[in-house]
C-alpha cells in the first residue's frame, strides 16, 4: 500500500494535485504516525477538481502492474471511488470474488463534492445520488432492495453509461458554486451518514505528517475530522472491536496475484460464500 501510496504522491506532486488522508488513514497519521496496528486498508481524499485531473494524469502515468479501477474502467465494475491496485497481489472484496475485475491489494481516493446549504436541495440531490447509484449497483450485482430494483429500472430504461453520467451530474452539480461544506456525495451510505461533511476550510491548506517512513498530506483541520468521525478520536478501541470492520469481508494476500484465487475454495470459505 505505501509503495502505491508514493506512486500517487508522484502524480500529485508534479501536477499540483491537492490530496488528503481521511478516516482511519488520517487517523493512524495523528494517533500513529502511520498504519493504525490493526488497519488494513489506506484511504485518501480529494476534493472533485483535483479527483478528476488525477484520473487524467494518472491514465498515462500509473503503470503496470499497478492497476487505475475507477466506476466505470473494469467490465463495468461500479464505485463511487477510485481505487489504484498491485495486480501481483490479493485483496478480494466479498461482493466482487465472482466477478471479472482486478482484485488486487488497492488504496481507496474518495471525491469530495459541494453541497448546498439548503436543506431540500441536499436531500433531492443525496436521492437522486442514492437511487442512481443503488441501481446501477443493482444492475451489477443484482437487486437486494425496493430502491435498487426501483434503480435498477431506471437503468435499464436509460443504458447504463447514460445513467453512470447522469450519476456524476448530479453529484457534481454544486461544484464551482459557493457552498460552504464538502461531502462523498458519490458514496450515498456517507453521504447519508454525514460522518464526512466538513466545511471546505478544513481540507484547503497542505499540512504533512508523519506516516509510516513517508510524510503525507492530512487535512489541516484534521483534529476537527477526526472528532466529527470517530468521537474521542485519542482513546483506543476495545480489543475485541479493533479490525473487525473488514473480517471475512476482504481476503488479502500480498504474496499471491489475486487471478490465482479464481473460484478458491479457501477464499469462498473465508468470505463464508457459496
Given at each position: 500500500?505505501?509503495?502505491?501510496?508514493?506512486?500517487?504522491?508522484?502524480?500529485?506532486?508534479?501536477?499540483?494535485?491537492?490530496?488528503?488522508?481521511?478516516?482511519?488513514?488520517?487517523?493512524?497519521?495523528?494517533?500513529?504516525?502511520?498504519?493504525?496496528?490493526?488497519?488494513?486498508d489506506?484511504?485518501?481524499?480529494?476534493?472533485?477538481?483535483?479527483y478528476?485531473?488525477?484520473?487524467?494524469?494518472?491514465?498515462?502515468?500509473?503503470?503496470?502492474?499497478?492497476?487505475?479501477?475507477?466506476?466505470?474502467n473494469?467490465?463495468?465494475?461500479?464505485c463511487?471511488?477510485?481505487?489504484?491496485?498491485?495486480?501481483?497481489t490479493?485483496?478480494?472484496?466479498?461482493?466482487?470474488?465472482?466477478?471479472?475485475?482486478?482484485?488486487g491489494i488497492?488504496?481507496?481516493?474518495?471525491?469530495f463534492?459541494?453541497?448546498?446549504?439548503?436543506?431540500?436541495?441536499?436531500?433531492?440531490?443525496?436521492?437522486?445520488?442514492h437511487l442512481l447509484?443503488?441501481?446501477?449497483?443493482?444492475?451489477y450485482?443484482?437487486?437486494?432492495s425496493?430502491?435498487?430494483?426501483?434503480?435498477?429500472?431506471?437503468v435499464?430504461?436509460?443504458g447504463?453509461?447514460?445513467?453512470y453520467?447522469?450519476?456524476?451530474?448530479?453529484?457534481?452539480?454544486?461544484?464551482?458554486?459557493n457552498?460552504?461544506?464538502?461531502?462523498?456525495?458519490?458514496?450515498?451510505?456517507?453521504?447519508?451518514?454525514?460522518?464526512?461533511?466538513?466545511?471546505?476550510?478544513w481540507v484547503?491548506?497542505?499540512?504533512?505528517?508523519s506516516?509510516?517512513?513517508?510524510?503525507?498530506?492530512?487535512?489541516n483541520?484534521a483534529?476537527?475530522?477526526?472528532?466529527?468521525?470517530?468521537?474521542?478520536?485519542?482513546?483506543?478501541?476495545?480489543?475485541?472491536?479493533?479490525g473487525?470492520?473488514?473480517?471475512?469481508?476482504?481476503?488479502f494476500?500480498?504474496?499471491t496475484?489475486?487471478?490465482?484465487?479464481?473460484n478458491?475454495?479457501?477464499?469462498?470459505?473465508?468470505?463464508?460464500?457459496?
Amino acid at each position: 500500500m505505501l509503495d502505491i501510496f508514493e506512486c500517487i504522491t508522484s502524480v500529485c506532486e508534479r501536477h499540483d494535485i491537492r490530496y488528503f488522508l481521511i478516516s482511519g488513514s488520517a487517523l493512524g497519521a495523528v494517533r500513529h504516525k502511520g498504519f493504525i496496528p490493526w488497519d488494513d486498508d489506506m484511504d485518501l481524499g480529494m476534493l472533485r477538481d483535483d479527483y478528476n485531473r488525477f484520473i487524467q494524469y494518472a491514465r498515462d502515468e500509473i503503470k503496470e502492474p499497478l492497476f487505475l479501477q475507477d466506476g466505470f474502467n473494469d467490465g463495468n465494475h461500479i464505485c463511487g471511488l477510485l481505487r489504484i491496485r498491485d495486480s501481483r497481489t490479493t485483496a478480494i472484496i466479498k461482493n466482487d470474488f465472482y466477478k471479472e475485475c482486478n482484485n488486487g491489494i488497492y488504496v481507496e481516493i474518495y471525491p469530495f463534492d459541494n453541497v448546498p446549504s439548503n436543506v431540500i436541495k441536499a436531500k433531492v440531490q443525496a436521492f437522486l445520488s442514492h437511487l442512481l447509484y443503488h441501481g446501477l449497483l443493482a444492475d451489477y450485482y443484482g437487486p437486494a432492495s425496493k430502491m435498487q430494483y426501483v434503480g435498477r429500472g431506471l437503468v435499464r430504461m436509460i443504458g447504463i453509461r447514460k445513467a453512470y453520467q447522469l450519476w456524476q451530474g448530479v453529484c457534481q452539480r454544486y461544484n464551482g458554486r459557493n457552498c460552504r461544506d464538502v461531502d462523498t456525495v458519490a458514496l450515498p451510505r456517507w453521504y447519508a451518514e454525514g460522518i464526512y461533511r466538513m466545511p471546505r476550510e478544513w481540507v484547503s491548506q497542505k499540512r504533512m505528517a508523519s506516516f509510516e517512513y513517508l510524510t503525507a498530506c492530512i487535512p489541516n483541520e484534521a483534529e476537527r475530522m477526526l472528532k466529527l468521525q470517530f468521537g474521542d478520536y485519542m482513546a483506543l478501541p476495545p480489543k475485541e472491536k479493533r479490525g473487525a470492520e473488514h473480517e471475512h469481508q476482504v481476503y488479502f494476500d500480498p504474496d499471491t496475484p489475486y487471478t490465482s484465487y479464481r473460484n478458491s475454495d479457501t477464499v469462498k470459505k473465508y468470505l463464508d460464500l457459496k
